[in-house]
């Protein structure tokens, strides 16, 4: 292994830097990105039976908040309910902005990771050419062993960054997918309690309405 690494000339420590970062990265979005974490299962029906109970006092409203991604966007449409639908939605994606930034986060080195890695190696690849040439120019074709020595760093510059850009691009568009899939599922949750506190909200308000108009007749 240092073998090559050395054959392959000084571009290859920055090849190496990046796939030890684009390692990382992935690591770590696979921990952050776990669906149970940014949307637990049945975290909505356990808020609406919070609300239905009168129990969601400012403590579970934190502990919300706090708990995950999508609770922290139910929090912020809880909070705002009483505004109206507009405000509660204006709310919503708010926060859903800031949700799916810190969901993005890092990704942004990947993709960067996967698009620099191929020309470094590239260009590992014109250095090594100039060096045959040089050597062609300065020796001739009779010292097979310079040729061979250029050539090797070519190929093997080249190689390292495809070998670090290709599975770096494909967790790149893997991590992006999963973050819509975690984006609209958010989305729909978040939809749903809407619907659910406005058309509760109405209801009040109905039965507000009706009450006046039994005293009056009576």
Not at 32 to 47: A, E, F
Not at 76 to 95: F, L, P, T
Not at 144 to 172: D, H, K, Q, R
Request: overall charge negative; charged content about 20%; aromatic content about 6%.
């Amino acid at each position: 292994m240092f073998e090559l690494v050395q054959a392959g000339g000084w571009l290859m420590i920055p090849i190496i830097l990046c796939s030890v970062i684009a390692a990382a990265i992935c690591i770590e979005r696979f921990w952050t990105l776990r669906p149970d974490q940014i949307v637990p299962k049945n975290l909505l029906s356990q808020v609406w039976t919070w609300i239905r109970n009168n129990e969601l006092d400012n403590k579970r409203l934190r502990e919300l908040r706090e708990g995950s991604p999508l609770g922290e966007i139910l929090a912020a449409g809880i909070s705002n309910h009483r505004r109206g639908r507009d405000q509660m939605k204006e709310a919503i994606e708010e926060v859903g902005g800031h949700v799916t930034h810190g969901m993005e986060h890092n990704l942004n080195a990947l993709g960067t990771i996967a698009a620099i890695t191929p020309l470094l190696g590239l260009l590992g690849t014109v250095i090594g050419m100039i060096k045959v040439f040089t050597a062609i120019r300065l020796e001739g074709t009779g010292n097979a062993a310079v040729l061979a020595g250029g050539i090797s760093e070519a190929l093997i510059t080249t190689a390292a960054g495809l070998t670090v850009a290709i599975p770096a691009l494909f967790f790149y568009r893997f991590f992006q997918r999963r973050v819509d899939e975690l984006v609209i599922v958010m989305e729909q949750e978040a939809l749903k309690l809407v619907e659910v506190l406005n058309a509760e909200r109405n209801h009040d308000k109905s039965e507000g309405a009706a009450q006046p108009r039994n005293l009056n007749q009576d």
